[in-house]
């Protein structure tokens, strides 16, 4: 059975493909040697016209750094949410913590609610890696639920997925309870994907290489 994989793609081209090679999802974004940052909106309008099959999800990030957000790059936020509506792409991908690694509650749940506002259909929310950098990912799995996000993105708090297993498996657990996608991402590679499947028991995976494309659990 094939793994349900999501690319990181840094280009329309990319997305195109991951779309032939059998992708159905991909993350879009720029600049992967900062962790990623948002693609510009003619890249965005581009990817989708690209590859207008393909779910695009694209990441919404202002900047490299922490994830603690001024007024100012909240608002770049939203607007950035607004685009993608604008774009038709299939969702974001953002998250947002406070200064002593909690979760920014009240911000995470205006940019849901924004992303289900406005454009033809809601867009799907993932909330990416910052919650790595949380101080109890646990503990806020159910909270980002509540605010309107659908999936975690999450290498269990570790550089690599691979070394974060033992979180991540806990993470699975708790979000399949609470109806919360965990998808294992960082360094994910066709070599240690299998490994990574069975430890965990996650259902879809992130990885920037195309090789995880054919891999068979």
Request: hydrophobic residues 40%; neutral net charge.
């Amino acid at each position: 059975m094939k793994p349900f994989i999501e690319i990181c793609a840094v280009s329309p081209e990319l997305c195109a493909e991951a779309w032939a090679r059998g992708a159905r999802r991909v993350e879009l974004c720029r600049q992967l040697d900062v962790g990623g940052l948002t693609p510009s909106y003619a890249e965005i309008r581009a990817a989708r016209e690209a590859a207008p099959q393909l779910a695009i999800n694209v990441l919404v990030r202002p900047r490299a750094g922490d994830f603690v957000y001024t007024k100012s790059e909240q608002e770049i936020m939203f607007r950035d949410i607004e685009a993608c509506q604008k774009a038709g792409v299939n969702g974001v991908v953002l998250g947002c913590l406070r200064s002593d690694g909690s979760l920014d509650y009240d911000l995470l749940k205006a940019f849901c609610s924004a992303a289900g506002q406005g454009g033809q259909k809601p867009l799907s929310v993932t909330f990416h890696r910052a919650i790595d950098a949380a101080r109890d990912p646990l503990g806020e799995l159910r909270s980002i639920k509540d605010c309107g996000c659908e999936r975690i993105l999450s290498s269990g708090g570790k550089n690599s997925a691979e070394y974060g297993t033992a979180l991540l498996k806990q993470m699975v657990e708790l979000g399949r309870a609470c109806g919360l996608a965990i998808m294992p991402g960082g360094g994910i590679r066709a070599s240690n994907l299998p490994k990574i499947a069975q430890e965990t028991g996650a259902a879809e995976f992130h990885s920037s290489s195309l090789e995880v494309l054919d891999v068979e659990l």
